[in-house]
């Protein structure tokens, strides 16, 4: 992969247009859709466009290990969030307070879910014997 085409690559990344990525990267408007989609044919391109992708979305994207510390962390009262707070002279001011009850109780929750800690269904398994009876007054 040359220099050109590695910037093909990069400004194809931005927004998935081959043809305006051919532009910005240097190749002739008249040939850009054309040379555009063939780039996008190039075994080692193709490669690269791919793992970057995949870069971008792992890094941008939480797993749920991430959420799970998160949550934890609400629960536990180990997060803080930014409110307004109006001081005696009418001036606002940004204050850190801990997070509220609800918010740790709604991550508890979340997490009980996770582990199937709520369970109402009761499974019950095995036999019972079914007697009919009155047997004389059913019909064949």
């Known amino acids: 992969m040359n ?3 590695k ?5 194809y990344l931005i927004d998935c ?5 051919a532009i910005r990267a240097g190749y002739s408007e008249k040939t850009a859709k054309s040379l555009g989609q063939r780039m996008l044919t ?11 992708l995949e870069r971008i979305h792992s890094e941008k994207t939480a797993d749920a290990e991430e959420v799970l510390e998160y949550l ?7 997060q ?4 307004l707070k109006l001081d005696g002279s009418g001036i606002q001011s940004i204050v850190d307070i801990n997070v509220s009850a609800k918010d740790r109780l709604k ?3 979340l997490i009980g879910k996770r582990y199937g800690m709520f369970k109402d269904n009761v499974n019950v398994t095995g ?3 079914v007697v009919i009876s009155g047997s004389d007054e059913l019909e064949d």
Do not use: H
Request: charge should be negative; hydrophobic fraction near 35%.
């Open 3 to 5: 220099a050109k085409q």
């Open 7 to 11: 910037r093909f690559c990069d400004e």
């Open 17 to 21: 247009n081959a043809t305006q990525a």
């Open 42 to 52: 190039f075994v080692d391109l193709r490669e690269y466009i791919d793992e970057q």
């Open 72 to 78: 934890s962390s609400v629960m536990r009262g180990e």
């Open 80 to 83: 803080t969030e930014k409110v």
């Open 107 to 109: 991550a508890a929750e």
């Open 127 to 129: 036999a019972a014997p």
